[in-house]
């Protein structure tokens, strides 16, 4: 018998039992839809935080304060102190100090209830130096950006994201020269920043700019009115960031006099850092819906091997006339390797088709990326036709083993 011949008499098998082959292949369908789906959503997932993390600038440092302890001694999480400050960042801009840093940034942020004529919205309230703008490589649509006679002047102006403008004004395009408050205090709004469309972060595109010193003096205050809550750091380019996180780390360390750094009061982390702690989770889940996908590989599998020995079961008498007109073992034995590798190839197909299926769905109910992976597609298909070659192997040699006389009495 030619390969042609046992491919056709395999798949000829297969659809006389529709039914049951239907059956069997949910199995495998099931598995590969689920290793398809899982590694796109886990690639979408990861492609989305590095899309984020390029908004920052893939060469940008942030600065955090440390942790602060209360008089009763209650320690506070990292971040709660307030141990940087505006000289910090002035430190860090400078060339002679820190060669590889492009400029820096210092801000201060609290969230913010503001209000525009009878229309009120709470969002997220920056006080920071016109630096900032390019630092977060953020322009602006219309109007313009803070300005150093803003922040020299504790200036009562603002700069809106544009979500935070659709909320206060309906999306006014003319919403430069409008005027919105704060405790009080009248800010005029002179520039609208550009939309971040790359990211479904809402916070990129909501939120509200001032320049520090009105920040400081004129909206919040506090106690402490030098200290920032951050510090962005540009390194001159990606190649340079290294140095930059040298540089500032060791002039942090000597202008906070601490001795040994892991006493230091405040982190420096980098895009990479944030990348791998953001994905950390989503790789989590993955290994873990990847894991299922496998237990639903191997249900499949299981369910090939059962329609196998059905089959064998039902084709004794077949299998015994074949034997005794001289069809040796091996072919036996490839025959019903094929029919199991059939049954494994169409689950794995229709699987194929079910995830593309739910790469299009998904988004349209879920705010989850999908992103198809050529590898894990074919690597997929690969994998349910060697399970259905796998769990064929026991029936297909049970049958290669049936004896021609015992084969031919079986009723």
């Known amino acids: 018998?030619?390969?042609?011949?046992?491919?056709?008499?395999?798949?000829?098998?297969?659809?006389?039992?529709?039914?049951?082959?239907?059956l069997?292949?949910?199995?495998?369908?099931?598995?590969?839809?689920?290793?398809?789906?899982?590694?796109?959503?886990?690639?979408?997932?990861k492609a989305k935080v590095q899309d984020q993390i390029n908004e920052l600038g893939t060469n940008v440092l942030v600065v955090s304060p440390g942790s602060s302890t209360t008089t009763s001694g209650t320690r506070g999480g990292f971040g709660s102190a307030s141990t940087l400050t505006r000289q910090d960042?002035?430190?860090l801009s400078s060339p002679v100090t820190a060669p590889d840093v492009q400029t820096a940034a210092p801000a201060s942020t609290t969230s913010a209830a503001l209000r525009a004529g009878s229309t009120n919205w709470t969002t997220t309230l920056t006080g920071t130096t016109p630096a900032w703008s390019e630092v977060r490589s953020r322009g602006v649509s219309t109007g313009r950006f803070i300005t150093a006679d803003d922040e020299a002047n504790a200036a009562p102006v603002v700069?809106?994201?544009?979500?935070?403008?659709?909320?206060?004004?309906?999306?006014n395009p003319n919403a430069v020269g409008q005027t919105v408050s704060y405790n009080g205090v009248s800010l005029q709004v002179v520039g609208v920043l550009d939309s971040l469309s790359s990211s479904e972060n809402a916070s990129n595109n909501d939120l509200a700019v001032v320049p520090l010193s009105a920040y400081q003096q004129r909206l919040v205050g506090g106690a402490n009115r030098n200290s920032v809550s951050s510090i962005y750091v540009k390194a001159r380019s990606s190649?340079?960031?290294?140095?930059?996180?040298?540089?500032?780390?060791?002039?942090?360390?000597?202008t906070h006099r601490v001795t040994n750094p892991r006493n230091a009061d405040f982190s420096i982390a980098t895009q990479q850092s944030i990348l791998q702690a953001a994905t950390s989770v989503d790789?989590?889940?993955t290994v873990m819906l990847a894991g299922i996908a496998v237990i639903a590989l191997l249900v499949g599998g299981i369910g090939v091997m059962n329609i196998m020995l059905v089959s064998v079961a039902e084709r004794t008498r077949e299998i015994g006339v074949?034997?005794?007109?001289?069809?040796?073992?091996?072919?036996?034995?490839?025959?019903?390797?094929?029919?199991?590798s059939v049954l494994g190839l169409a689950g794995g197909v229709l699987g194929l088709l079910a995830g593309l299926l739910g790469t299009v769905v998904i988004p349209l109910?879920?705010?989850?990326?999908?992103?198809?992976?050529?590898?894990?597609?074919?690597?997929?298909?690969?994998v349910a036709i060697a399970v259905g070659i796998a769990f064929g192997v026991y029936p297909a040699s049970r049958a290669a083993r049936l004896a021609p006389i015992d084969a031919l009495r079986s009723e």
């Open 89 to 91: 960042a002035t430190a």
């Open 1 to 22: 018998m030619t390969w042609r011949d046992t491919i056709r008499t395999a798949t000829e098998a297969v659809r006389t039992h529709r039914l049951r082959s239907a």
């Open 159 to 171: 700069v809106l994201g544009p979500d935070t403008v659709t909320q206060l004004f309906g999306g």
């Open 239 to 254: 190649a340079r960031l290294s140095a930059a996180y040298q540089e500032a780390n060791a002039l942090l360390l000597n």
């Open 283 to 285: 790789n989590t889940l």
């Open 365 to 382: 109910f879920s705010d989850s990326r999908v992103d198809l992976s050529l590898i894990a597609m074919v690597g997929s298909l690969a």
């Open 24 to 45: 069997t292949m949910l199995g495998i369908l099931i598995g590969i839809t689920a290793v398809v789906l899982t590694v796109g959503l886990g690639a979408g997932a």
């Open 322 to 340: 074949r034997k005794a007109v001289g069809a040796r073992p091996g072919v036996i034995r490839r025959q019903f390797l094929v029919e199991a």
